[in-house]
């Protein structure tokens, strides 16, 4: 959780370097390169059956959007808001989507969470001020948001073709290969005239937020649980929050706080229900 919180800020230094579709591109091809030794040490094959890729090529479109959406959002708001807002609101939204599209029946539980939720989102980008259409990055981050609670219902239903792990190397192949046809004519190659700490921030976000903690996360659930282990996604917020600060200085509004602790314990509440 500490390394994806911090992956936040991190995002906000590679966004003020190069291009937001050659900054993609190698943050997605480096994170698939990235996953071959995980594969070897697991001894996962590198095939997917037939009735797996069309789920899986569907992911991986909404991965690189979800990419995208992430890069020009903190470009135009703060890092914090970013962990924030889509972190807390990406859980709502997922329940809101299988209740429309799978007949799912809510609990009371749910209905009070998603309530909280939704509540703490207005909260967090001030709906009541109007500005909601003139504040790009909160619109583009509800747009992310949105974006990954639709990956992840289709995620759920991959499990039935691949494990996550292949699962994630596929869907990182095809978005890798989405984002080379857009960013080929922007100067793919410019990033070798970066310097130290633009390496560092690639990396970072390819390797360490994206194959090491999406491994510790999964080898985690397969041990306690995914419900149990889904609950500590509720520290990526905080973590966001902390490292912003101190790499950046940014400092959150009262609104960010206090919408961001509502949503967490909507969050929270509909994970109870979960296990219920």
């Known amino acids: 959780m500490m390394l994806w919180g911090a992956g936040w800020p991190v995002l906000k230094i590679l966004s003020e370097s ?20 995980v594969l070897w040490w697991n001894k996962k094959p590198l095939y997917l059956v037939k009735s797996a890729w069309i789920s899986v090529t569907m992911s991986g479109l909404l991965y690189a ?8 959002g903190v470009q135009v708001a703060t ?35 998603l309530g909280l939720g939704l509540l703490g989102g207005i909260v967090m980008i001030e709906l ?36 996550p792990i292949r699962y994630s190397f596929f869907l990182g192949l095809i978005a890798t290969f989405c ?61 966001a929050l902390v490292s912003s600060y101190v790499l950046l200085g940014e400092i959150p509004s009262v609104s960010l706080l206090v919408g961001g602790v509502m949503s967490i314990v909507a969050v929270y509440w509909i994970n109870q229900a979960k296990t219920a």
Do not use: C
């Not at 190069?18 to 030794?37: I, K, Q």
């Not at 909601?132 to 990956?151: C, D, K, M, Q, R």
């Open 18 to 37: 190069v291009s937001w579709e050659v900054a993609t591109f190698w943050r997605l091809a480096l994170m698939t390169l990235a996953y071959l030794p």
């Open 65 to 72: 959007l979800f990419m995208v959406l992430s890069f020009l």
């Open 79 to 113: 890092a914090g808001a970013g962990g924030m807002i889509i972190t807390t609101l990406s859980p709502v939204m997922i329940v809101l989507i299988t209740i429309v599209f799978t007949g799912f029946r809510p609990s009371k539980q749910h209905i009070f969470g």
């Open 128 to 163: 009541w001020e109007g500005t909601i259409l003139t504040n790009v990055g909160n619109l583009v981050f509800i747009l992310a948001a949105l974006t990954w609670s639709i990956l992840s219902v289709l995620a759920q239903n991959s499990r039935q073709y691949l494990d």
């Open 179 to 239: 984002m080379f046809i857009i960013a080929y004519g922007h100067g793919i190659l410019s990033v070798f005239d970066q310097g130290i700490h633009f390496w560092g921030a690639l990396l970072y976000l390819s390797v360490m937020t994206q194959t090491v903690a999406t491994t510790i996360y999964f080898v985690a659930s397969g041990k306690m649980g995914s419900a149990k282990a889904s609950s500590y996604m509720l520290l990526v917020p905080l973590f």
